[in-house]
């Protein structure tokens, strides 16, 4: 085998653990020349694409925070087949409702604002749905294992406005509002944050977050007020295995043509950091019964 040959199946290798794709649609890719391995999973070219990808993982991190994980799960999805322009992930077919329901965009009159992503809608797709954003091109497909598939959409009621009904094809207010926030949270609107960077990368790598919620799915996922992401679980991988791999999947590597403050930062054992942005890993104790006993975080 040619050293070029053996390079491919790496770096299609690693795409099949990150993603769930068969190895020969990663082998393929690699051959094509869209992947190797510093950047062995597509990431999205599109400044729009990296921002709906972001807002998807910080509103299930904290939305599905309190509900449980199947299968590893984290964020409702079991594989990924990623591209330069779009996204389609598969869903949980526990979770979908749930994930749907978490992301969709309404009005909470006991929480007190907006919930969910803002600007998202949901379109059929033939027999399958995306979430497409109002502003830009930007979409996740979503596949379910049932080709027959159909969503339980959220009603109005109890206190609840949802905007993606009643605002189909614009923004409302309240929407647009949170979204200037988000750009403005970056030093220089006109690219993407690192935080949208590696979001992006995490929902695009569900099956290497799935290994932490493998043993019997105590894993969590939350965010610091929609910012940087932790993730803790019990059991199944050791933390640095998780974060080895992490990083071998081009996690926090560096994008082309960006500013300095996207570029990988010196990291603390546990935490993948990319310019201002952070990835925590925690492995704690298990509280199963018959569990190994194991030292804190």
């Known amino acids: ?34 992947i190797d391995r510093r950047r062995p999973v597509p990431d999205a070219e599109d400044e ?3 921002l709906l990808e972001s807002l998807l993982v910080a509103e299930l991190a904290d939305g599905l925070r309190e509900s449980e994980r199947r299968d590893g799960a984290l964020f409702g999805f079991t594989s990924a087949r990623p591209a330069p322009t779009g996204l389609s992930l598969a869903l949980h077919p526990a979770m979908a409702d749930r994930v749907l329901s978490t992301v969709l965009p309404r009005i909470d009159e006991d929480y007190g ?34 080709a027959d598939w159909r969503p339980v959409l959220p009603e109005h009621g109890d206190g609840l406005t949802q ?17 200037q926030e988000h750009a403005g949270a970056a030093a220089d609107p006109e690219s993407a944050t690192a935080q949208d960077w590696l ?7 569900p099956r290497l977050l799935g290994e932490a919620g493998a043993a019997h799915g105590s ?24 974060e080895r791999r992490l990083r071998q999947s081009g996690l926090a590597h560096s994008p082309g043509r960006t500013p300095e403050r996207l570029r990988d930062q010196p990291w603390f054992p546990g935490e993948i950091a990319m310019g201002g942005a952070f990835v925590t890993l925690r492995r704690g104790v298990c509280s199963a019964s018959g569990a190994p006993a194991r030292r804190a975080f």
């Open 219 to 242: 894993a969590n996922v939350y965010t610091h007020g929609g910012g940087d992401l932790v993730v803790e679980w019990c059991c199944a991988v050791e933390r640095d295995e998780l």
């Open 48 to 50: 729009a694409q990296r």
């Open 113 to 146: 604002g907006l919930r969910g992503v803002p600007g998202v809608r949901i379109i059929p797709t033939g027999r399958s749905w995306s979430l497409t954003h109002l502003r830009g091109r930007a979409a996740v497909h979503l596949v379910h294992p049932d």
């Open 199 to 205: 979001n992006s990368r995490l929902l695009r790598r």
């Open 163 to 179: 905007l993606w009904r009643r605002n189909r094809h614009r923004l409302h207010p309240a929407e647009a509002a949170d979204l």
């Open 1 to 34: 085998m040619s050293r070029r040959t053996d390079n491919h199946h790496r770096a299609a290798t690693i795409c099949r653990a990150a993603t769930g794709l068969p190895h020969r649609t990663c082998l393929g890719w690699a051959e094509a020349g869209l």
